[in-house]
């Protein structure tokens, strides 16, 4: 009987090895459907980046799997590790952390200016990475890593790692490797844009709650004053804006205090309307978005405080000055506001100016513009400053023009900007031609709009005859968000003094 060499071990059968290759393959499925998985059930993003390590170092038959991430600002983290060697987990950590905080603390230490773009220094970090950790992790541990590619930039490093000395790094497992990244780079970049369409969404709610208090705050109703006539529009470039106008019907001495003239009441008789002085308020925080739409709510109520206690226009100013002040200091923020009293007894304009732009008079009877002015800083400017004041006398035919920068900057295709003079010669034309202010105003944002290119973007003006329209003395809704092209916020207001029925 012949002997058996017991070295020699009998060839797997064919069926052995089919059958060997299809629970690899199955392992396969199961991992990657795992993976697959979680990239479209789990809400949180460490959990697929965990998943990420374990996968990858079980499809590549390494013993461990890292993920290192690059930061926006250059900083490099460890994310996660996997490791089957319990007793070498934490000793792996422990040098990947400190490889990976002593790059970031590098990067940080690195002088801005002048230094490269994150994109032109990633290769070497990478490099710089991958022989550090080769060093640390020691001639025992074979290494090997892949980038995380999101639209075509690199945002980190997925590792894996194995202490088998036969362990070959084939063409099979960089694939598979390659593979899990992109799974992984995937996730990252979904987690990245919900979050953003999260922010944007709470940000677009506020921006409609602040839009919808700023609609609020704004007049409703143009103040019926004899022998006056007004007509006002706020176009802002944003859902909220930093532009402020308001009409504020002020008890003269003696007479009766209305407690609806802040919210400016119906027309009264002249006998009471004489009883009152109008303020006419513009104004201009510095900024957009909801930060500026708070500071105008605040401006306006204090404006509103400071007016009813009948103090001079000057006074008003100096007063907002010094309570906003160290609110405004903190915010890094500004006002300019040019406040006005027209008082229909003996129709003068008495005026003071922090810094805004000064008011323009266009005298019928001459035809000329003068431009009203005061000395005055910003309001938040300084704690002390001083604010002068003046006053002119207005003739029946008169116009008065108060508008914000967002129309004198307004620019045309070849970057030439309307400017004060521009604003000039468009008051002209309108008020020789028209004899409404509301007329004069459409005119001015008209000419403003043909300036820059935009002649037919504007909505169809609704006549003011219109009875289900346009209400005796309302400011339409539609005038105050209407036009979303604006590069800045524009407002207009429109004062004209008419005829004296006695002289006709």
């Known amino acids: 009987m012949p002997e058996v060499n017991p070295a020699i071990v009998p060839a797997p059968t064919l069926r052995e090895r089919i059958a060997e290759l299809g629970k690899e393959q199955q392992r396969l499925q199961n991992l990657f459907g795992?993976?697959?998985?979680?990239?479209?059930?789990?809400?949180?993003?460490?959990?697929?980046?965990?998943?990420?390590?374990?996968?990858?170092?079980?499809?590549?038959?390494?013993?461990?799997?890292?993920l290192?991430?690059?930061?926006?600002?250059?900083?490099?983290?460890?994310?996660?590790?996997?490791?089957?060697?319990?007793?070498?987990?934490?000793?792996?950590r422990a040098e990947m952390e400190r490889i990976t905080q002593t790059l970031s603390a590098q990067e940080r230490a690195t002088p801005t200016e002048g230094s490269l773009p994150l994109s032109v220094k990633i290769p070497a970090?990478?490099?710089?990475?991958?022989?550090?950790?080769?060093?640390?992790?020691?001639?025992?541990?074979?290494?090997?890593?892949?980038?995380?590619?999101?639209?075509?930039?690199?945002?980190?490093?997925?590792?894996?790692?194995?202490?088998?000395?036969?362990?070959?790094?084939?063409?099979?497992?960089?694939?598979?490797?390659?593979?899990?990244?992109?799974?992984?780079?995937?996730?990252?970049?979904?987690?990245?844009?919900?979050?953003?369409?999260?922010r944007k969404v709470a940000l677009e709610k506020e921006m409609e709650i602040g839009s919808y208090i700023q609609t609020q705050l704004l007049p409703r109703k143009y103040p019926q004053v004899e022998g006056l006539q007004l007509a006002a529009r706020c176009r802002v470039a944003s859902k909220v804006g930093g532009d402020y106008y308001d009409f504020i019907l002020i008890p003269t001495e003696g007479s009766p205090a209305n407690p609806e003239t802040g919210s400016q009441t119906?027309?009264?008789?002249?006998?009471?309307?004489?009883?009152?002085?109008?303020?006419?308020?513009?104004?201009?925080?510095?900024?957009?978005?909801?930060?500026?739409?708070?500071?105008?709510?605040?401006?306006?109520?204090?404006?509103?405080?400071?007016?009813?206690?009948?103090?001079?226009?000057?006074?008003?100013?100096?007063?907002?000055?010094?309570?906003?002040?160290?609110?405004?200091?903190?915010?890094?923020?500004?006002?300019?506001?040019?406040?006005?009293?027209y008082d229909p007894r003996s129709h003068r304009l008495c005026f003071s100016n922090a810094a805004h732009n000064p008011t323009l008079w266009w005298q019928a009877r001459t035809q000329q513009i003068q431009a009203l002015d005061t000395e005055g800083a910003?309001?938040?400017?300084?704690?002390?400053?001083?604010?002068?004041?003046?006053?002119?006398?207005?003739?029946?035919?008169?116009?008065?023009?108060?508008?914000?920068?967002?129309?004198?900057?307004?620019?045309?295709?070849?970057?030439?900007?309307?400017?004060?003079?521009?604003?000039?010669?468009?008051?002209?034309?309108?008020?020789?031609?028209?004899?409404?202010?509301?007329?004069i105003l459409e005119s001015l944002f008209e000419q403003m709009d043909a300036f820059r290119g935009r002649q037919g973007s504007r909505l169809a003006r609704i006549p003011p005859q219109d009875p289900e329209l346009l209400l005796q003395g309302d400011i339409l809704q539609e005038d105050i968000y209407m036009r979303p092209e604006s590069v800045d916020d524009t407002t207009l207001v429109v004062l004209k003094l008419l005829p004296d029925p006695a002289e006709n």
């Not at 790692?161 to 790094?169: E, K, L, R, T």
């Not at 201009?284 to 007016?307: F, I, N, Q």
């Not at 309001?379 to 001083?386: D, F, K, P, R, Y």
Request: charge should be negative.
């Open 34 to 66: 795992a993976l697959a998985f979680a990239l479209r059930s789990f809400n949180n993003l460490n959990q697929i980046l965990e998943l990420t390590a374990f996968v990858a170092s079980h499809l590549t038959d390494a013993e461990g799997g890292a």
């Open 68 to 92: 290192v991430l690059f930061n926006p600002n250059g900083t490099i983290q460890l994310e996660q590790l996997h490791c089957s060697d319990l007793n070498r987990r934490e000793q792996i």
């Open 125 to 198: 970090l990478e490099h710089l990475l991958d022989e550090r950790l080769r060093q640390k992790l020691g001639p025992d541990v074979q290494l090997f890593g892949t980038p995380l590619l999101i639209r075509n930039s690199v945002r980190g490093r997925l590792y894996v790692f194995s202490c088998q000395p036969d362990y070959h790094w084939d063409e099979r497992r960089q694939q598979m490797l390659r593979v899990i990244a992109d799974q992984a780079a995937v996730g990252i970049e979904n987690a990245e844009l919900t979050a953003a369409l999260r």
């Open 266 to 341: 119906g027309s009264r008789s002249p006998e009471e309307t004489e009883a009152f002085r109008l303020a006419i308020v513009i104004g201009d925080v510095m900024g957009k978005g909801v930060p500026a739409g708070m500071l105008m709510s605040m401006t306006r109520a204090m404006v509103r405080a400071e007016a009813l206690n009948r103090h001079s226009p000057a006074r008003v100013l100096q007063r907002l000055n010094r309570a906003m002040f160290s609110d405004l200091e903190n915010s890094n923020r500004f006002i300019s506001l040019f406040y006005s009293e």
């Open 378 to 439: 910003l309001i938040g400017l300084e704690s002390h400053s001083h604010y002068s004041e003046s006053c002119v006398q207005l003739q029946p035919g008169d116009v008065v023009v108060y508008y914000t920068d967002g129309y004198t900057e307004a620019a045309n295709t070849r970057g030439e900007r309307l400017e004060t003079t521009g604003l000039m010669e468009a008051i002209q034309r309108a008020a020789r031609r028209y004899d409404s202010p509301q007329d």
